[in-house]
């Protein structure tokens, strides 16, 4: 009988221990895809969670009993994931894995509630709607980790999810939720129609990817020579180590660019010191409409060596404000009564000296992306990455910078994990994308690698090819089938070259970015209301 098991003592034993396994197998299930193994588990991650929720009745106590198990689920799949930033800070896998399991158990606990008051096809949809309304909050709100969105997990599977031109990585999430649903559907009712409406579901999308694959052919636009530079320069030391050092590294380094390169890529923040826009001139030393030193130097490099290329590079820049006239991220001067902004900056610079600039527009949560007031307050909670701390300036949207009559999207780190932002890029003319980061304050752990193939992820969505420079980590190619071509690994150092494709055409994601998110918070809103209209009236043939 419903709610036998709490009265009798050796019964309560055996399902907790059943639970228990149960939250063990989802875990199991639920990570590989974030550990370098494969995406393809989680199409039953979520089936183990599902018994837990159908093994309750539907009085209150139950339901803590299960918001127990599933947040213990949950937490212990974002620690089996992230465990990685603890190399940066103990602090941040705590922070990551209490944000990451809220958005999950709001989902999930919504799905539970509504699945034990009415028909289980509206608990169903409630479950989908919320799962990916959720993790697109976690994309466009101020407090943004979308590490763990679901489809993000088949980043080793690229051939799998060729789909993704139309879906983007939502729709890995809508597959990885459907498949579960109609997998435990099935084991439950022991169906074969289930049974084989399941296989369907997981064959038929894998099916459609591998015959998009096939009919994929790259445009006739030509290609360009691209260089990638990795400096191997520890990421801590690059921001409080010789400068002079790491410049005479940068020089060496483009001393190697073979002759014809027309674009050669430095990772985020490569160059050292920070500089006043829009001439590049040394901050507080230098003449406002004179670059500086190193910026000359560097102009110098390509126009002996390399006139026709332009260099792409990560640097600190600074705006300034009159007062009055100052943004919500601005911090006040030292001296005087005016404001200044710091930029995570890419900085496209060519022969004779011209500069193009990209302000970084996702900012790291807990790094770049910290109120002032809030980093005063709790600078001991802060993720030390070794660069600036606390709130600086944000992009407004994707740039591309021009060469030649060829575009380029400068896409800085955390910018590839935000499909329709990236997708900002290519809508503004970007015929490839380079991806400048800084990885190395991971270590050498999943984080690295894994930040790598989701690049692979964007490649398909917008058909882009991909060249992409860390200043330690993985550096490399990636097609616009997602394809990987030649990479530098953990703490090398060189430079690679390779012929990159030209594409001009945007796909169907990319004109529509994120529109399945869009719509299921809409189908959530309608679920919600419609539950909560006949639970009062009591009047549906839904509602119990």
């Not at 937490?75 to 800070?89: E, G, P, Q, S, V």
């Not at 369907?200 to 990817?209: F, R």
């Not at 073979?258 to 001439?279: C, K, N, R």
């Not at 993720?383 to 910078?401: E, K, P, Y």
Request: charged share 15%; aromatic share 14%; proline share 4%.
């Amino acid at each position: 009988m419903p709610g036998f098991d709490y009265f009798c003592p050796h019964k309560t034993l055996i399902f907790m221990l059943r639970r228990f396994a149960a939250v063990i197998l989802s875990v199991i299930l639920l990570a590989p895809g974030w550990l370098g193994v494969s995406g393809f588990t989680l199409l039953a991650g979520f089936v183990p969670l599902l018994w837990i929720s159908s093994s309750y009745d539907d009085s209150r106590r139950a339901w803590w009993h299960m918001a127990g198990w599933a947040a213990l689920t949950f937490a212990l799949w974002n620690i089996a994931t992230i465990w990685w930033i603890w190399n940066a800070t103990p602090v941040g896998p705590v922070a990551a894995t209490l944000a990451s399991t809220t958005m999950n158990m709001i989902a999930f606990m919504l799905f539970h509630t509504v699945s034990k008051k009415a028909h289980k096809a509206l608990a169903y949809v409630t479950l989908v709607a919320a799962w990916i309304t959720t993790e697109y909050w976690y994309t466009v709100g101020d407090f943004s980790w979308p590490w763990l969105i679901l489809g993000n997990a088949f980043s080793h599977e690229v051939w799998a999810v060729q789909w993704y031109e139309y879906t983007g990585v939502f729709g890995g999430s809508l597959w990885v939720l459907v498949c579960n649903i109609l997998l435990f559907e099935a084991l439950r009712s022991r169906s074969l129609r289930k049974g084989v409406a399941t296989a369907l579901c997981i064959v038929l999308p894998v099916g459609a990817s591998l015959i998009i694959r096939a009919a994929w052919r790259m445009p006739d636009e030509g290609s360009v020579t691209v260089s990638i530079i990795q400096p191997n320069v520890d990421c801590y030391d690059k921001f409080h180590g010789d400068d002079a050092r790491q410049e005479r590294n940068i020089i060496d380094l483009l001393d190697q660019v073979p002759a014809g390169a027309q674009f050669i890529l430095l990772p985020e923040t490569a160059v050292p010191g920070y500089y006043d826009e829009p001439a590049l001139s040394d901050m507080w030393t230098g003449s406002p409409d004179r670059a500086g030193d190193f910026w000359m130097e560097l102009a110098d490099s390509l126009r002996s060596r390399h006139p026709e290329a332009l260099l792409i590079t990560g640097a600190n820049t600074l705006r300034h404000y009159a007062a009055g006239a100052q943004t919500e991220t601005a911090r006040r001067e030292s001296f005087g009564a005016g404001y200044y902004d710091i930029f995570n900056s890419a900085v496209g610079l060519d022969s004779a000296g011209r500069a193009q600039i990209h302000h970084k527009g996702r900012l790291v949560i807990g790094v770049e992306n910290t109120p002032t007031w809030v980093f005063d307050v709790m600078r001991f909670l802060v993720i030390d990455l070794g660069g600036t701390l606390g709130q600086i300036g944000r992009g407004v949207h994707g740039s591309a910078f021009e060469h030649n009559g060829v575009r380029v999207g400068p896409a800085i780190c955390y910018e590839g994990l935000y499909g329709d932002f990236y997708g900002d890029f290519v809508r503004r003319g970007a015929q490839f994308m380079a991806i400048i980061s800084n990885d190395g304050w991971w270590g050498d752990t999943p984080g690295y690698r894994h930040l790598f193939s989701i690049s692979r992820l964007r490649a398909i969505e917008h058909r882009r090819a991909i060249a992409r420079s860390a200043n330690t980590g993985q550096s490399g190619f990636i097609s616009p089938r997602g394809d990987v071509g030649e990479t530098l690994g953990w703490e090398e150092r060189g430079v690679i070259t390779a012929r990159v494709p030209l594409v001009s055409e945007e796909t169907f994601y990319t004109r529509y970015g994120d529109y399945l998110a869009r719509t299921a918070q809409y189908v959530l809103l309608l679920s919600v209301l419609y539950f909560i209209a006949y639970r009062v009236k009591r009047k549906n043939y839904l509602v119990k």
